[in-house]
């Protein structure tokens, strides 16, 4: 099973960045998928996940900035990230699981992580 992440970077506060994750070795119109964060210092924490029936949840401090969307066709997983604050600079990570994908504590037992791919915002 491999993860990989692409996308990250640098942008200014106020500003938008893309994230993806394409997925390889496991069925994936049929897991749950989701993206983490973890900044220096911090614990990890949940960002979005999509079920596959394309339900999406969000982490309170991301509703309304950002999106999280999936393509089953070509298995891969966007995380579109607007108005972005310094508060969300971190190593951000995808995640797969055939199960669930909570994205508070119980996020230990989900499956399956990428390597992760930095974002930083300047203010």
């Known amino acids: 099973v491999r993860l990989v992440e692409s996308g990250g970077g640098t942008a200014q506060a106020g500003g938008s960045l893309s994230l993806s994750c394409t997925a390889s070795g496991i069925p994936y119109k049929t897991y749950c998928m989701a993206w983490f964060r973890r900044a220096p210092g911090k614990e990890r924490e949940g960002v979005a996940a999509?079920?596959?029936?394309?339900?999406?949840i969000y982490g309170n401090n991301v509703k309304g900035r950002f999106a999280i969307s999936r393509d089953n066709g070509a298995s891969t997983l966007t995380l579109q990230m607007n108005n972005l604050e310094p508060a969300d600079t971190a190593t951000y990570y995808c995640?797969?699981?055939?199960?669930?994908?909570?994205?508070?504590?119980?996020?230990?037992?989900?499956?399956?992580w990428g390597q992760g791919t930095q974002v930083t915002v300047s203010s």
């Open positions: 995640a797969a699981d055939p199960t669930t994908c909570p994205l508070g504590s119980q996020s230990t037992y989900i499956s399956y």
């Open positions: 999509i079920v596959r029936g394309g339900r999406a």
